[in-house]
């Protein structure tokens, strides 16, 4: 099993930033890509970003392109996920989850571990 812990959510207003994290455990050889899903009420699961724990690729929604930037650091197994000028429409659970795809997936059903999530509220 993997287990995944996110923070860094909270309260910022139009234009902010916030950082969030996500710190790995467990059978983390098992897995090679990390993302980061965002899911608003009443919406399905969405895509933010992705990276892959070796190499250097990434891949990151339109909706986010240019203001989100995930990276990671490989010693800690945490991943983080720099989010500048925040919108309102950025608000919702933001959740971490590891897969076994060799390069980093837009695709929910390709992670198999999941976060508890972590809640990012813009206010306008």
């Known amino acids: 099993q993997v287990q995944l812990v996110e923070s860094g959510g909270g309260l910022v207003q139009a234009g902010g930033s916030l950082r969030l994290s996500c710190a790995a455990s467990?059978?983390?050889?098992?897995?090679?890509?990390m993302g980061w899903f965002r899911q608003a009420p009443g919406k399905e699961r969405d895509f933010v970003a992705a990276i892959a724990w070796s190499g250097f690729a990434t891949a990151y929604a339109d909706s986010v392109k240019g203001r989100f930037t995930i990276s990671r650091d490989n010693a800690k197994l945490t991943v983080f996920l720099q989010m500048n000028s925040l919108k309102p429409q950025d608000t919702a659970v933001y959740y971490c989850a590891a897969g076994r795809a060799y390069l980093p997936s837009s695709v929910v059903n390709e992670y198999n571990y999941w976060g508890q999530g972590t809640q990012v509220t813009v206010s306008s």
């Open positions: 467990g059978r983390t050889f098992n897995t090679n890509t």
